[in-house]
């Protein structure tokens, strides 16, 4: 108890604290909300009991998959989804969160999930799409859903196989031509 009094008084006397002034706050809320505009998916996930290793670790995989992922005030986070379809969220940010936002549907879903895996005490909470709360289950759901990549592939690659054949099937026949040709000459 006395070394966490310290910590706070060491850091209060200074020209910086702990907590954000009003300026800070409303520019954090514009971050926020600017992320919350383009999003199609928000995890909250709780990280308590996390060291600053695996937090780092989480946030370089969450860098590579482009998911926005902060520790945030709940307060904060509120009133950058009020009036959002991601309002519904509000009811479920109670403690320590972490948010993870992203424009892919399933990149920050993927990545929380994964993590949560391995680590016993990040404990995913809620998540939402558009107009659309999501429980620990529906995460877990989206997470194994294939990537917006896989799915563009799959679909080339399925509007490219009727073209192929129709090349092959149109090849086919001059082929069969020189064949016959070929075998009457000999």
Known sequence: M???????FTLTEGEK???????EKKAK???VSEQIASAQVVVLAEYRG???VEITSLRAEARKSGVYLRVLKNTLVRRAVADTPFSGLASDMVGPLMFGISADPVAAAKVMNSFAKDNDKFVIKAGAMPDAVLDTAGVKALASMPSREDLL???LGTMQAPAAKFVQTLNEVPTKFVRGLAAVLR
Not at 17 to 23: K, V
Request: proline residues 0%.
């Open 29 to 31: 809320v514009a971050e």
């Open 2 to 8: 006395v070394q966490h009094f310290l910590l706070y």
């Open 50 to 52: 996390l060291t600053v």
């Open 17 to 23: 604290t702990l907590s954000l002034n009003l300026t």
């Open 153 to 155: 592939s799959k679909l």
